[in-house]
């Protein structure tokens, strides 16, 4: 259990990296593509990149850390002592 709750913690991080990076490439993306519409002058008039936007939705990678340190608070205690 503590190793599936160390991985769903490590994915979501490295999800976040990610689209960090990526987010940061794709806006410089669309800034060259914006200076190449304004290059192209009249007949790109009417193309519009407004509604144009890169993302995604983590959120629904629940967040264990809490439920990861419990976990942890319980396998570093001495259960076995305590019970006796």
Do not use: K, W
């Amino acid at each position: 259990l503590v190793a599936a709750f160390s991985s769903i913690a490590s994915t979501r991080s490295r999800l976040e990296e990610l689209q960090s990076n990526y987010s940061q490439r794709l806006a410089s993306l669309r800034d060259g593509l914006n200076q190449t519409l304004q290059h192209c002058g009249r007949p790109c008039d009417s193309v519009s990149l407004d509604g144009l936007a890169f993302s995604a939705n983590f959120s629904m990678i629940p967040s264990v850390e809490q439920q990861l340190e419990a976990l942890r608070d319980v396998s570093g205690s001495n259960i076995e002592a305590n019970l006796e």
